[in-house]
């Protein structure tokens, strides 16, 4: 069926059109599939990570079950290798980082919590890295060691873990005999221990027994 004059005319315009702009609406649709491929195949990758990483996370948890001490660190080492992007990196460095401080092994427990706290994805084992990566720090004693964890207590705390920062801050003074400073940032740490109800009841417990040595009062 021919076009009447009005069709034509629009039929005209739009070839225009398409000649002008069609290497620019090329590209956009180009960058917006590649975005959406690229998308879709990090969320398939990630998902495939997790899956693995969960499998030698399990692994992991059948050696400690075992008491495979040589086992459950190579397991460790693995997921920090192959899936360091996953939560299961994170959480398995934090138990190893205990395993080997138990075994009396605190230059390899402190690396394991150091790669925590440079690594971890997720903020609550950031944090627990950190704080316990500053109480293995401080229990050492070295120059060195104070000086590495008064770096990370300078830095912004991990949000909804300021009180046990304050507390840390309050160890550091103790283990430098400074007992007003610690006793300060104890009862700092109180206030805002005080305040936030997720803390379990023994984070108030060890805090106020802190306290007390300090000369300090729990209000």
Known sequence: ??????????????????????????????????????????????????????????????????????????AADDLQKQFARTPYAAMSSLVAAKITAENGDVPKAIDYLRWVAANASNDGYLALGKLRLVSQLIERGTEKDMAEADVILKDKPISGYEPLWLERRGDWYLAQKKISEARASYQEAWKKLDQAKEFPEEARRLLKVKLAAVGGIAQ
């Open 1 to 74: 069926m021919p076009l009447d004059l009005e069709e034509q005319e629009q039929l005209d315009q739009l070839k225009v059109f398409w000649q002008k702009y069609r290497n620019l609406i090329t590209g956009v649709l180009t960058v917006a599939l590649l975005g959406y491929a690229t998308y879709s195949g990090y969320q398939w990758w990630r998902n495939s990570q997790a899956a693995e990483a969960s499998k030698l996370y399990e692994t992991m948890v059948e050696a400690i079950g075992k008491g495979d001490k040589d086992q459950t660190l190579r």
